[in-house]
């Protein structure tokens, strides 16, 4: 194996065993939760269908490569990129959680305001903080 694929592969190894922990105890909840089939079917199904999702995001939280900077036109744009793509992968990630916990705890969704309210206050914060520390 190559180096390249050695270095492309370890995000994957490293998330994989927290993403099957992360799966089973999924399966385990729902399985603990839910009555609408036997347990066993349940935990099978909603551990399988978990674990490459926790293994993906396992993988790109985990991942630390260096990424070369783009030139950009202006100190207040760049501050406004880093605080709009932090916001928007919270968010991302908030949205997610939460249908996978209406999905294994058979509940109802939330309100999509409450996923532009965080946007907007997460980057609000995120611009005030990135302008504070570099002005």
Do not use: C, N, Y
């Not at 992360?22 to 909840?29: F, K, N, R």
């Not at 995001?57 to 880093?82: C, F, M, Y």
């Amino acid at each position: 194996m190559t180096t390249a694929t050695q270095s492309s592969s370890i995000p994957w190894l490293k998330a994989s065993v927290p993403a099957f922990v992360v799966a089973l105890a999924v399966g385990a909840g729902a399985a603990a939760v839910r009555t609408d089939a036997p347990a066993a079917v349940v935990f099978a199904v909603f551990a399988s269908l978990t674990f490459p999702f926790a293994l993906a995001l396992g993988a790109v939280l985990l991942d630390r490569t260096e990424h070369p900077e783009e030139h950009e036109d202006s100190i207040e744009k760049q501050w406004t990129t880093r605080a709009s793509s932090g916001a928007f992968f919270d968010t991302v990630v908030a949205m997610g959680l939460t249908v996978f916990a209406t999905s294994v705890l058979d509940t109802r969704g939330a309100p999509l305001w409450l996923f532009v309210l965080l946007a907007l206050g997460d980057f609000a914060v995120r611009l005030a903080v990135i302008r504070r520390r570099e002005a």
